[in-house]
């Protein structure tokens, strides 16, 4: 074949610079439309009048060429190959390499692939790096010789793999003496702005094997400079360009070095509250406009995607926002790593996290029978396993997938495999278990678990062949679990969306050219992104690499990166054909944000903008505006006559009677809650309110002490040991309740209170003494030398820890939470402590409180000054109740205060009207969620604009 041409258009970005390159190019015969950047292709195949030119990405196109030059060639490698060749091909460095330290973190190979994939973009191979490496001074030279060897690896592992890569394929090419021949030899290819010296390269090499190109790149549409990678492309192909388009007003303006006219855009900038606001505006401006005429452009897409789903469902408009998450968001594929991990572990219980997944179905009674089932065979340690499978054998009927997957487990656990093979049981055991498919809830979706499936199984297949082409290594149950959570933790997978709806772009060059362009997220930081240098090669190394490199291309900057976000911003206001509207979030959870200036700069250019700044209290248009059923509905609701709030009490006398305690005993801690908030006592002791929160699992722990018998202790040694064994009784009973990775946190804390009760215990039986046979563990009230009488008739019950007595003074022993300085104690904490000091109370002794608390202190809380041994260095201190040197006064003083605090209280459980005391204890409540009246959670403040107090609540 003879040489072939090519015809260079410099285009302004967007359809009306495209389009009519596009019609003309398919309308002259059948060809190939590919772009340098795959998000244009979108672009491409809207563009094109008919589907006779067929757009193939650019590495396609290589391959045809090589194929039509009968080069031979591997299959074009996946990127997870390339990166696991990567990972072993840095185990294989010495351990002092500059990649040691980070060698097995996935993040490292998915970087160092980048940087090698854009070296081989600008013509620099392993050989290359090996031999710029030798003239270049360490630590450089040394990083870019390690890269040649990574590189080298990586092109021998994929030669055995039958692989191989784009920039190979490319250079094949080059070197390749033969004719294209073929009827495929026409194409058009859209370079943009893109900067890629080898495929220039390449296209040059195409033109004379005969192709017939059409070859397109950016430009400004007045004088401005912008697109760099373009002027590059225009040297490297040596061949004259014709410009092509012309642009509105903000496009001749926009980055433009003088003042230009031109047809007008209408430009609005508007600022939303929130990003939840933001996106509720856009997806209304959607509606408003007509969905098929709308785009949304989004740069931060992993941000804003949650909230822009829900917001077009409750809307009722559909997107098409195509985008990637993390493997293990998916619900499926957790499940399958746990039911791994279970098989792969040494305790039963780690399969209590599975009871609860949707796909079993399982109610809460049928939780609890297979809790229990766990719990049982737990108790037998080592015959754990045998038991359980025992135990579900007798339970078939109702929990066959147990006995399925405990099947799987005995034939895995004795099994040696490689990956590969690993691979094959795994999918047996997908296949086998009773919920794979299965599940049908409303919102459940089949395709997002078959595309989870399928990713599963491609991290591990590319591991697993990289593994066979290097030497595969035989794993075992336990290693095979390692591996899926490594490999599935780095993975990804796309979610589906939608064939029809608003389309959601990331990048500019998917936009095809829209009536109404929203561009949302316009922050600083955001959009424009921060300048960044390489992880990998930093600018000064890129720099003394060019340096060695005179004639060619000098490798791109953290500078050049942020120059293309300029272009980046020129194609997007190149995307909307009349009406364009820039948003951003005035606030995000944590802080207020910063505009981008490419705001101004977009004003300016386009002589003007209409400016919109949305108030946090404007939920939904006026009801003339509204145009989907959610908005009318709010506008309704908003526009109703406002409500008073519901009294923060029980007003009927009915419910009273069920929340007020009825004659009969009370606990000191009963006592407490009902004088700090009435709906805090009805919630905890009437109610039996019990939520499943963290913070509820720690305070658990407090009764070790009680629990191991510490005070009566012989030894250090016999201590440690008693407290160690109530720790870990105290995790297997947790073990069922709380999520596996809690339980070693759980345990180091336990540890930490319990080396810190030791040291305390000791030292304190060195600085207070009790006297020999005195100490009594876990006194009932109304025992032997503790009362139960109180003053107003109360009867206390309750277990006291311990009691002790040296000589006089009687000594009640206590375990407590965090205890602040006497100082900051509260009303309800002082009738806490005084109705124990009560219950100490006899004829002619002195009474005190000795309390142990998780705040590394152990207090004693007396009345009288008469004993002041303190050792605060070791956590042993002494607080007095009262300010009065005067015992008998001291006394009279603090019970007097003590006698009224439990008449308040006592009114509090007598009457049940559960109102609410807004305050303190407000931050440690855990029925906040419920209380209307809770600081954190309640009903004052409004939402919308007023303080609810001031519409005369009804219990004001």
């Known amino acids: 074949m003879g040489e072939g041409t090519i015809r260079l258009f410099r285009a302004i970005p967007g359809p009306t610079g495209l389009g009519p390159i596009v019609a003309k190019f398919c309308r002259d015969g059948e060809g190939l439309l590919t772009a340098f950047d795959d998000a244009a292709l979108v672009s491409l195949a809207a563009l094109r009048p008919d589907e006779e030119c067929e757009v193939i990405g650019f590495p396609a196109l290589v391959q045809k060429a090589l194929m039509a030059a009968g080069e031979p060639h591997g299959r074009l490698a996946a990127s997870g190959h390339q990166q696991a060749t990567i990972a072993h091909a840095l185990s294989d460095l010495p351990r002092d390499s500059i990649f040691g330290a980070g060698a097995n973190h996935p993040g490292l190979h998915r970087a160092l692939l980048r940087t090698l994939h854009e070296l081989h973009a600008f013509g620099i191979d392993a050989d290359e790096m090996e031999a710029l490496a030798s003239g270049l001074p360490d630590p450089l030279g040394t990083k870019l010789a390690e890269m040649a060897v990574v590189d080298q690896t990586l092109i021998q592992t994929l030669d055995a793999l039958g692989r191989d890569t784009h920039g190979r394929h490319l250079k094949a090419c080059l070197e390749a003496l033969t004719d294209a021949d073929g009827e495929d030899c026409r194409a058009l290819v859209l370079v943009g702005g893109e900067r890629h010296p080898a495929r220039l390269r390449w296209l040059r090499w195409a033109a004379e094997a005969g192709w017939d190109l059409t070859v397109v790149v950016e430009r400004h549409a007045t004088d401005g400079r912008l697109f760099d990678g373009a002027r590059e492309a225009e040297e490297i192909l040596g061949v004259p360009a014709q410009d092509v388009g012309t642009g509105h007003r903000l496009l001749n303006n926009l980055f433009a070095r003088g003042a230009h006219d031109g047809p007008a855009l209408e430009l609005a900038i508007r600022s939303a509250p929130d990003p939840l606001a933001e996106c509720e505006w856009a997806l209304r401006g959607c509606l408003e406009a007509g969905p098929e005429r709308c785009g949304l452009y989004i740069r931060d897409l992993p941000t804003y ?19 990637r998450v993390p493997l293990l ?94 691979l094959d049981r795994l999918r047996a055991l997908v296949h086998e278990l009773p919920w794979h498919g299965a599940y049908g809830g409303e919102a459940y979706d089949p395709a997002r678990d078959v595309r989870a499936f399928s990713a599963m199984q491609t991290a591990l297949a590319n591991e697993a062949s990289v593994e066979r082409a290097v030497g595969a290594v035989p794993l075992d149950l336990s290693g095979f679990a390692r591996r899926c959570r490594t490999l599935w933790e780095a993975a990804d997978v796309s979610v589906p969306t939608p064939e029809v709806g608003v389309p959601v772009a990331t990048h500019a060059s998917a936009l095809t050219g829209v009536h109404t362009l929203f561009v949302l997220g316009m922050l600083e930081g955001s959009f424009p992104r921060r300048a960044s240098q390489d992880p990998i090669l930093g600018d000064e190394e890129r720099r003394a690499i060019s340096r060695l490199r005179p004639i060619e291309p000098p490798l791109p900057l953290s500078v050049d990166r942020a120059a293309e976000e300029r272009d980046e911003f020129y194609r997007v206001c190149a995307s909307a054909t009349h009406r364009l509207v820039l948003s951003y979030p005035q606030a995000d959870d944590s802080r207020d944000n910063v505009p981008a200036f490419y705001l101004e700069a977009a004003a300016q250019a386009a002589g003007g903008a209409t400016r919109t700044d949305l108030p946090r209290t404007l939920l939904a248009p006026p009801r003339e505006s509204c145009l989907s059923a959610a908005d009318r509905a709010m506008r309704a609701a908003l526009d109703a006559p406002r409500e008073r709030p519901a009294p923060a009490f029980l007003s009927e006398d009915s419910s009273r009677i069920v929340v007020a305690a009825p004659p009969g005993e009370r606990t000191a801690s009963e006592l407490r809650d009902a004088l700090r908030c009435a709906f805090l006592y009805a919630a905890r002791h009437r109610l039996h309110l019990r939520p499943n929160r963290r913070e509820q699992r720690w305070h658990r722990l407090r009764s070790l002490p009680q629990a191991a018998r510490l005070l009566s202790a012989e030894d250090a040694t016999a201590a440690k040991r008693a407290l160690e064994e109530a720790l870990e009784a105290e995790l297997d009973t947790l073990a069922s309740e709380v999520p596996e990775w809690e339980i070693p946190l759980l345990r180091a804390g336990g540890q930490r209170l319990v080396a810190d009760w030791l040291t305390r215990e000791f030292a304190a039986r060195k600085l207070w003494p009790m006297d020999e046979g005195t100490l009594r563990l876990n006194v009932p009230f109304g025992g ?173």
Not at 305 to 323: E, I, N, T, Y
Not at 382 to 410: C, G, I, M, S, Y
């Open 329 to 422: 968001t998916n619900a499926f594929a957790r499940l399958t790593l746990a039911v791994v991990e279970f098989a792969a572990g040494n305790d039963v219980r780690t399969l209590r996290p599975v009871l609860s997944s949707s796909y079993l179905a399982l109610d809460g009674f049928n939780r609890r029978v297979v809790e229990g089932g766990l719990r049982e065979a737990h108790r037998m340690r080592l015959l754990q396993w045998d038991t359980l499978n025992a135990w579900a054998e007798a339970h078939v009927d109702r929990f066959p997938w147990l006995v399925k997957v405990l099947q799987w487990r005995e034939s895995a656990r004795s099994a040696g495999d490689d990956l590969g093979g690993w």
């Open 784 to 956: 032997e030398g503790v009362r139960s009488s109180m003053p107003l008739g109360v009867t206390l019950s309750g277990v006291a820890p311990a009691v002790s007595r040296f000589g006089a003074t009687k000594t009640m022993h206590l375990y407590s939470g965090t205890m602040p300085p006497v100082k900051d104690f509260t009303e309800a904490d002082r009738l806490f402590f005084g109705l124990h000091l009560l219950a100490l109370h006899e004829p002619g002794a002195k009474v005190q409180l000795e309390v142990e608390s998780t705040n590394g202190r152990r207090t004693r809380l007396r009345l009288d000054r008469g004993d002041i041994r303190r050792l605060p260095a070791a956590g042993l201190d002494m607080e007095w109740l009262v300010d009065e040197d005067d015992r008998d006064l001291a006394r009279r003083v603090f019970f007097e205060g003590v006698k009224d605090s439990l008449r308040r209280a006592l009114r509090t459980v007598e009457v049940g009207d559960m109102r609410p005391s807004p305050g303190d204890p407000c931050d440690t409540c855990e029925f906040g969620e419920l209380c209307r009246r809770s600081r954190a959670f309640g009903e004052d403040d409004s939402p919308f604009g007023a303080d609810l107090r001031t519409l005369g609540a009804a219990d004001s």
């Open 305 to 323: 995607a949650p909230l822009l789903q829900a917001v077009a469902r409750r809307l009722g408009v559909p997107v098409c926002a195509p985008q």
